[in-house]
């Protein structure tokens, strides 16, 4: 829960130090030329960056990015766009997003929604667009304050919609409200709030559609941007554009009007041919001559539109970042701190355009002898997916987003932006592959330990509702659901196949994992897979790690210089035939605590002394106390009680529901929920790992069961 500006402004500082100690260390060191053998075959050095400045989302990034969506209108187009939200920020880490405001306050309760979604579940800050047209200043005042209580600490001002049946806002016109202008919604805002909201403010590159023509309107409508800047505002969003030089003269007429607010460029991929059209014409944008040569012979081929129009955004962004690097012109600050994308609550375009600037990996995950796995997409995007032959099966391609890696943070779930969890450093373990079902049940929590996790007997963990309402979201319809699950399952080995086919990836979501399989577990995926199979249905798993680098690619953390740790855990659902082979297994394995609980509560212990809390991660780093902040970092047997509650539920709510009363498929599902245990395995040896993770005593021994158990 940040103001956007002092995200913005420490970002800048960061990257102002970072450029003044590489200048020092520059000019202190005698080190000759790059030799020939640094070149590449264009001459450039070896850190040279093909597609222009290069960048990422870590804060000491010389420039961010964020996305823009709009509410839908129905209640299938929310639930996707609310999933798509969640998908973008893991992988794509914006500094923030924009949600946008409908007409005279129109989807107030849908845009409140989205916002406050977006900064619980998908943890990332957002900035609300606020219009006054139409609206009293006792309606504003409301809307601020149900911003405020839903942690929403970022606005952005708006006059709003021209009037009802008129296309642009003619000179002159007010809103209709107690607020004529963008500028009132400013005032009022720092009236009622001070400095609790950030506020940003719209630019428009080439002239507001209402401002008079010529040098004289323009000279106007600078004046009235500077006028909102004293009023309060702290930053400029821009009207979408396409040709770059309008953008920059932009910027260099609003620093010479004393305008120095961080203005970010508002780019929008084109979607289609008359997409362009439409919205150029409506919005008064100009096309260069060099962008309709390049569409028109393709202009009725709509993903070659698609494919060319990331191509030009990903060169205009690359223009803009070249040309600002240069600082100053004319003793004038002309730097770009980052940019804003329309996204048309659309993914694929704005995450290619990232990957073709640089900014995110677009890495495909590999798996035992096949190619990276694909994730099915649960909305139409996905039709214009290329197939990829895996198995011998068509498949179709995984979402580009869901091929880019994630950014590396400090904590191994996104921290919330909300205020009052942002000393949350410790997790059970239980929920990794359901945190939102963690945050909903955590959310009236007053405070989050820091080092230490709470009292699980504390009446504020929260009631198991009926319907974990969420698997909306990620799990789609009934027939997605079927389509994904099973349409038929007649047999326990038909349960056990699509268990196994989550860990492979050509299964996109269980109802216990809301996220496709953790880096770290694809180094045993194959092994994996081969468990499920057999009949451990695999819902959480960490091999152990024995002094990794805190740098590590799968298992690093908190920062550079240290050494991880970590030991092994395996969850999974299991027959009461298997519980009993497992329960000998751990007897004879003195290392190895085993918990387990079937759907009647009634539980089984092995090896197991009484009392609390088990470590499961930990680091030592220079200069800091142990830490054991990081991953899902603990054990709890009391909340592995409350947590398999909810695991059982799922069978339920999100599996058996699928099929009709009595069929066989119903009775399997009721058989499997009712007969199961789940167990949790955790092997205390951590020194068996080695620092790739590789070594992996427990999981040695559940294959070796399954082998002897093998016709």
């Not at 016109?173 to 609790?196: F, N, P, Q, T, W």
């Not at 012109?329 to 730097?335: A, I, Q, R, Y």
Request: hydrophobic share 35%; proline share 6%.
């Amino acid at each position: 829960m940040t103001r956007i500006i002092d995200k913005i402004q420490a970002r800048r500082k960061e990257h102002i130090k970072s450029l003044a100690f590489a200048s020092h260390a520059a000019s202190a060191s005698d080190a000759p030329p790059a030799s020939d053998d640094s070149r590449n075959d264009n001459g450039s050095t070896a850190a040279s960056n093909r597609n222009g400045p290069s960048a990422n989302t870590s804060s000491s990034s010389p420039w961010y990015y964020s996305f823009e969506f709009f509410p839908p209108k129905t209640e299938p187009g929310l639930e996707n766009l609310l999933t798509r939200i969640d998908r973008m920020c893991r992988r794509l880490d914006p500094l923030f997003i924009s949600i946008t405001w409908g007409a005279n306050g129109s989807t107030l309760s849908r845009t409140l929604s989205i916002a406050s979604h977006a900064q619980r579940f998908a943890c990332v800050d957002v900035l609300l667009h606020l219009s006054c047209t139409g609206l009293s200043r006792q309606k504003i005042a409301q809307v601020l304050q149900m911003a405020k209580s839903s942690g929403i600490r970022n606005i952005l001002a708006l006059r709003g919609d021209p009037p009802r049946g008129k296309r642009s806002w003619n000179v002159g016109d007010v809103s209709g409200g107690e607020c004529d202008r963008a500028i009132d919604l400013v005032k009022l805002i720092r009236e009622l709030h001070g400095d609790y909201f950030c506020v940003g403010v719209a630019g428009h590159p080439e002239g507001h559609p209402s401002s008079k023509e010529g040098d004289a309107g323009r000279d106007e409508e600078m004046k009235h941007l500077r006028d909102k800047m004293d009023a309060g505002a702290d930053f400029i969003i821009t009207q979408f554009f396409y040709n770059v030089d309008v953008f920059l003269e932009y910027v260099i007429r609003c620093r010479k009007a004393g305008i120095d607010a961080p203005i970010i460029p508002g780019i929008m991929p084109i979607q289609s041919h008359s997409n362009l059209m439409k919205m150029t014409s409506f919005c008064g944008i100009s096309v260069p001559n060099s962008v309709h040569e390049r569409l028109d012979e393709i202009k009725h081929n709509d993903e070659a539109v698609k494919t060319v129009g990331c191509e030009i955004a990903t060169e205009i962004c690359q223009t803009i970042l070249a040309k600002s690097q240069q600082n100053n012109v004319d003793g004038l600050d002309v730097h770009v701190d980052g940019f804003h994308f329309y996204t048309l609550n659309l993914e694929r375009s704005t995450t290619k355009i990232l990957v073709g600037l640089d900014a995110a990996d677009a890495q495909t995950f590999t798996r035992s002898g096949s190619t990276s796995p694909t994730f099915l997409y649960p909305d139409g995007e996905q039709q214009s997916q290329p197939e990829l032959k895996l198995n011998g099966r068509k498949e179709r391609g995984a979402s580009i987003s869901e091929k880019v890696a994630p950014t590396r943070r400090q904590l191994p779930w996104k921290p919330s932006t909300m205020e009052n969890r942002s000393k949350e450093a410790v997790r059970p373990i239980n929920w990794s592959n359901r945190p939102h079902s963690y945050l909903m049940r955590t959310d009236d929590w007053d405070e989050f330990p820091n080092g230490r996790w709470g009292d699980s007997s504390s009446p504020a963990f929260g009631n198991l509702s009926d319907i974990s309402h969420f698997y909306s979201f990620t799990l789609g319809s009934d027939d997605d659901r079927r389509a994904m699950l099973g349409h038929c399952p007649l047999n326990e080995s038909d349960v056990y196949e699509v268990f196994a086919r989550y860990v492979e990836g050509t299964v996109p979501h269980i109802p216990w994992c809301e996220t496709p399989l953790q880096p770290e577990s694809f180094l045993i995926q194959p092994q994996l897979a081969k468990l499920n199979r057999y009949g451990l249905l695999t819902i959480n798993s960490q091999p152990p790690v024995n002094g990794a680098s805190s740098s590590h690619p799968a298992f690093g953390w908190g920062g550079k210089g240290g050494t991880v740790y970590q030991k092994a855990y395996f969850e999974c659902f299991v027959s009461p035939e298997k519980a009993n082979v497992l329960t000998q297994m751990v007897t004879n394995h003195p290392s190895i605590n085993m918990y387990a609980i079937n759907n009647d509560g009634q539980d089984l212990r092995v090896g197991v002394e009484e009392g609390g809390v088990t470590a499961l991660t930990w680091g030592v780093f220079p200069n800091r106390e142990i830490l054991q902040p990081v991953r899902y970092t603990i054990f709890d047997p009391d909340i592995f009680a409350v947590w398999a509650e909810e695991a059982f539920s799922l069978w339920s709510t999100m599996w058996l529901n699928l099929y009709e009363y009595g069929s066989e498929s119903y009775e399997l599902i009721e058989k499997i929920r009712d007969t199961y245990y789940l167990v949790a395995l955790i092997d205390n040896d951590f020194t068996s790992g080695g620092p790739d993770g590789k070594e992996f005593a427990l999981l040695d021994s559940l294959l070796r069961l399954g082998q002897d158990e093998t016709p």
